[in-house]
């Protein structure tokens, strides 16, 4: 498949203004000026980067709700959290924080911050160091390909603790990984067949409690 031929099947199902497909354009542009030096997807994901990465992200988007501050955890090189600040750029008070520890990878997402205009923050810190560091709180918390449910709900309990809800990006795993972390959290969430991966699920979580003791 041609990067012409993904990206054309990627905005059949994109569901954002012609602006914004400008601004992914940008975006992919860089991605892939960058990719030479960076390394910042899979290679064998580079022709596919407009259904692997824009519209698996982009699928986020009418599940966010009213959310207007979202944190987004691991953002590697920005998916889903940049994709989701290009998207919303013209709402309001809209802002994506985007948290990565590495150096050359949030140094690439500034760069489509600018250029693109995106209402995304970086902040290039370890996970933990920013959770316990961030005081302003979240209304959603976003991860894509970073860890297991449990580590998840671990990384982000400060921000869960304040009401923060959260739209999780996993696998075909996802069931187990489900059950091992209600061993130890009391959970109320859903799980969202993904649009772009036909093994893939959104965990929409909506309140998560530590129990005493986990």
Known sequence: MTLDTDRQAALRSLPVSRETVGDFDLYVD????WQRVKNLVA?????QVWTRHIADSAQLLPLLGNARTVVDLGSGAGFP?????????SIPGFRVHLVESNGRKASFLREVARITNAPATVHALRIEDFVSGWSDGADMITARALASLPELLDYSEELLKTGAQALFLKGQDVGQ????????????????PSLTDST???VSIKTAIKRLGG
């Open 200 to 202: 893939g699920q959104i």
């Open 43 to 47: 290679p064998s994901t580079l022709s």
């Open 177 to 192: 990984e489900l059950t091992q972390a209600t061993k130890y959290w009391n959970i109320q969430a859903e799980l969202i």
């Open 81 to 89: 959290g940049m994709v989701l600040a290009i998207a919303n750029k």
């Open 30 to 33: 860089a991605l892939q000026r």
